[in-house]
């Protein structure tokens, strides 16, 4: 007799199931029809063609991917470069003249002087 209790509460519980997904549906439906009666209104306002709205729908963004250019590294790239300026106030500040420029450049380039602290390249030792 436990069987068939069992048996028929399962029996209701999918009866009701199924009677609140078609309940579910019907309410997805609803409010699908409000949000395309928007997008229509939206489209007609904007002059948007159905043809452009699936030439969007279709145009999925591609993957991002490297260009060849962005993966190809210079020559120097992650080479230590000699120094090519040096702090007249402080020589043991040194800048390679690559990325930012420390402090004491910036002033010197504002007072225009930079090019004193352009350090002499070395002379080629003759054979």
Sequence with gaps: ???TTVAAQLAKLRKDREILEKREKALLAKTNDKVLG???ALAK???ITAADIVKA???A???KTKSPRAAKKGALA???VAAK???PANPEQTWTGRGV???WVQALKTAGSLDTALIAAPVAAQA
Aim: aromatic share 4%; no cysteine; net charge positive.
């Design 1 to 3: 007799m436990a069987r």
């Design 38 to 40: 928007q997008i229509v």
């Design 45 to 47: 306002d904007a002059g």
């Design 57 to 59: 729908l279709g145009a």
């Design 61 to 63: 963004k591609p993957a």
């Design 78 to 80: 992650g080479k230590k």
């Design 85 to 87: 300026y040096r702090n």
């Design 101 to 103: 420029s420390p402090a």
